[in-house]
């Protein structure tokens, strides 16, 4: 058995062993285990991972170009971050993801609106846009790249496709699900057309909306990974191709994180407005 | 556009008025909401062909009257109140406020729902301004508004919940601001189709006490959907029996009682009987709906 072997035998031991420690070994325990809070009951597995990680590493049972500590990850990010190199990416990474997916959600909110409202509409449109939607979206990239070239363009009208669907279907169908026994109400105090969308049909959608927003973000960021990863001389995902290339796995996972933390935070942002505007509906 | 938008979602708050004796009571002296029903029929039509829903009604309700429609379920009694609403446009016949031939909803008309359909998003206040939604501003300042709505609201007793939302209130509270919402607008006629059915008994006799007294504060005509027949005597003037397929008026029975009524007085109990034997009558309506089946 080599030394690296046994090594990595103690840390596995080692690791099980403080995961059970947290376990109840008997009845009478039972109420420290319940004592303990269930958000620090969920840290134990990553922070593990994390050290075994780390351990491993650093004793160089892998190979760190094929898998670098968390703390050699972490200090690429510093780096990127001293030199300038992430503000530059992460900036030309956020403004195609604001631009491709304000494209896309209010494409996506003037036609689900449009279909929603308008029966017509929807028997005109709506069968139309389910074919399309059936299309995986990575399946118009090399349409996008002849059309509108390896520029922006090209990128951002991907984002948009990811991001319309979701705000368009979600829209359209809680429109289309309005409560009728409500709109009767809007008829009997005789609202016009209207006050019927912005008092009653527009607040009664607003929570599905704001579910499709957000699913629609997600999609934006899934896509400008995408377009980034197909040709891009810039922004995060250009980084990630760069660590390919150059054979550093450390801004690859670099670069894994920051989208990570990029998309959970916008999300978040996200989900704060939505709740802001749904108010006491929020739960 | 922004604010525009925010605004469906923000709540209305209200100044307290300082002059409370200008709350407005309606003229007693100007009589209105007769309604004069004419209907020579409606019919649905649907997959397995049409169906005669109501025939030839022909019905006159006097100003400030109480009037029951009493009958089993499917018997038209609810389409007949829509009709009423004007929710349901297209029969043959028409239907006559005051003298004049309704088209379709209006504010001279109030509608309070079996269900609530109370807004979720809105507070009671807002849910009660929904009522006068459909004024334009300059017929109804926003002043005018505030005291209407704060005047329905302590009418029907919910003072204290004025910013609560629907989510946080009873069944029989949400029922007392659809109807304080049916009544914001001032109309003439007070429709109810069944509002006391989805309630727990108890709190059924207590909204039916309510309803009186908002009645007798407000001197509006009501008509009243129910198939509840001790409630019908209860509150009507008068008893309308409506036999079933087609709908049709099978007899009217006045309820000369004084109220408040008791239940148990022996009259009550006989008016009861009555209404009772001609709703289940041999080949009155529980017979047909026995041949239906």
């Known amino acids: 058995m080599s030394t690296a072997e046994q090594n990595r035998r103690h840390v596995w031991k080692g690791a099980t062993e403080a995961i059970t420690a947290e376990a109840p070994e008997n009845p009478g325990r039972i109420h420290v285990y319940r004592q303990l809070d269930d958000r620090l009951l969920g840290w134990i597995i990553p922070v593990s991972v994390l050290l075994v990680w780390e351990i491993l590493a650093r004793t160089e049972t892998l190979p760190p170009n094929w898998l670098p500590a968390p703390s050699a990850v972490g200090k690429t990010i510093y780096q990127l971050a001293v030199s300038g190199e992430l503000l530059k990416h992460a900036v030309i990474t956020l403004s195609r993801v604001a631009a491709g997916f304000l494209l896309g959600a209010s494409a996506g909110t003037i036609f689900g609106g449009l279909t929603g409202y308008l029966p017509g509409a929807r028997k005109l449109i709506d069968p139309s846009l389910q074919a399309l939607r059936s299309v995986p979206s990575i399946a118009w990239v090399p349409l996008f790249l ?27 169908v809680a429109m289309w699900h309005v409560d009728p026994k409500l709109l009767e109400v809007g008829k009997l105090y005789r609202l016009s057309s209207f006050q019927m969308v912005r008092r009653l049909i527009l607040p009664a959608v607003l929570p599905e909306y704001i579910v499709g927003l957000r699913s629609g973000l997600g999609l934006a960021w899934m896509f400008v990974v995408a377009a980034e990863l197909l040709g891009a001389s810039r922004g995060i995902g250009y980084l990630m191709v760069d660590g390919e290339m150059t054979g550093r796995a450390a801004v690859i996972l670099a670069s894994v994180i920051l989208f990570a933390v990029f998309g959970k935070v916008s999300d978040w942002m996200m989900n704060a407005a939505g709740r802001r505007l749904l108010g006491h509906r929020a739960r | 556009m922004y604010t525009r938008l925010t605004d469906s979602f923000r709540r209305t708050r209200c100044e307290p008025f300082k002059n ?69 446009t297209e029969y043959e016949g028409s239907v006559f406020l005051d003298g004049k031939k309704l088209t379709g909803t209006g504010l001279d008309r109030g509608v309070v729902f079996q269900e609530h359909r109370l807004l979720s998003w809105l507070t009671v206040h807002d849910n009660v301004g929904f009522g006068l939604a459909g004024l334009p501003a300059q017929e109804l300042s926003r002043e005018d508004r505030c005291r209407d709505i704060r005047h329905y609201i302590g009418l029907v007793g919910l003072d204290k919940f004025e910013y609560e939302y629907p989510h946080q209130l009873s069944g029989g509270m949400s029922q007392r601001v659809a109807i304080a919402r049916a009544l914001v607008g001032h109309p003439e006629v007070l429709l109810l189709d069944e509002p006391f059915a989805s309630l727990d008994a108890l709190t059924r006799i207590r909204m039916q006490q309510e309803i009186l007294r908002i009645w007798e504060a407000e001197r509006t005509t009501v008509v009243l959907v129910t198939h509840d027949i001790e409630e019908a005597v209860y509150l009507a003037d008068r008893v309308v029996i409506l036999s079933p397929q087609p709908g049709t008026v099978g007899n009217i029975l006045p309820v000369r009682l004084p109220r408040p009524r008791d239940r148990t007085d022996r009259e009550f109990v006989r008016v009861r009987r009555s209404v009772h034997d001609e709703l289940f009558a041999p080949g009155g309506m529980t017979q047909l709906v026995a041949d239906n089946f």
């Open chain 2, 20 to 88: 409370l004796s200008s709350i407005m009571v309606k003229d007693g002296f100007d009589r209105r909401g007769t309604v004069k029903i004419e209907i020579v029929q409606k019919a649905f039509s649907g997959s397995k062909g049409t169906l005669l829903a109501l025939k030839d009604i022909l019905l006159t309700i006097d100003p400030g009257e109480f009037v029951c429609i009493v009958g089993g379920s499917g018997c038209g009694k609810t389409t007949l109140l829509r009709i009423i609403a004007g929710l349901e």
């Open chain 1, 146 to 172: 002849l059309w509108l070239g390896i520029q922006e363009t090209s990128k951002i009208a991907l984002i948009s496709v990811g991001a319309f669907f979701p705000v368009y279907l979600n829209l359209s």
